[in-house]
Nanobody
Framework: EVQLVESGGDLVQPGGSLRLSCAAS????????MTWVRQAPGKGLEWVSA????????YYADSVKGRFTISRDNAKNTAYLQMNSLKPEDTAVYYC?????WGQGTQVTVSS
């Protein structure tokens, strides 16, 4: 059974940083790209970032480029999203995704 478990969300002030983690199990992690997607209150899903199987290629939405960094540790079956210079508009539930599988999400709130 595929499982994706996100963690690391929190309440943070504007300009702050957080690192999200996505622990994966139930599939061969190294075989797949991993994606982060977010959903802000009252809005639809927004693709945030993706990373290829070995971490050699990373992709970002324009809204987070230069502030967020995606990475992965294939030995730990875990993907990460380092978020710096956070803005109130980054407030959302953040999900990791592979194929048709999603985690339960982790809440990030950016507010003073």
């Amino acid at each position: 059974e595929v499982q994706l478990v996100e963690s690391g969300g929190d309440l943070v002030q504007p300009g702050g940083s957080l690192r999200l983690s996505c622990a994966a199990s139930g599939f061969t992690f190294v075989d797949y790209a991993m994606t982060w997607v977010r959903q802000a209150p009252g809005k639809g899903l927004e693709w945030v970032s993706a990373i290829n199987w070995n971490g050699g290629k990373a992709y970002y939405a324009d809204s987070v480029k230069g502030r967020f960094t995606i990475s992965r540790d294939n030995a730990k079956n875990t993907a990460y999203l380092q978020m710096n210079s956070l803005k109130p508009e980054d407030t959302a539930v953040y999900y990791c995704n592979v194929l048709d599988y999603w985690g339960q999400g982790t809440q990030v709130t950016v507010s003073s």
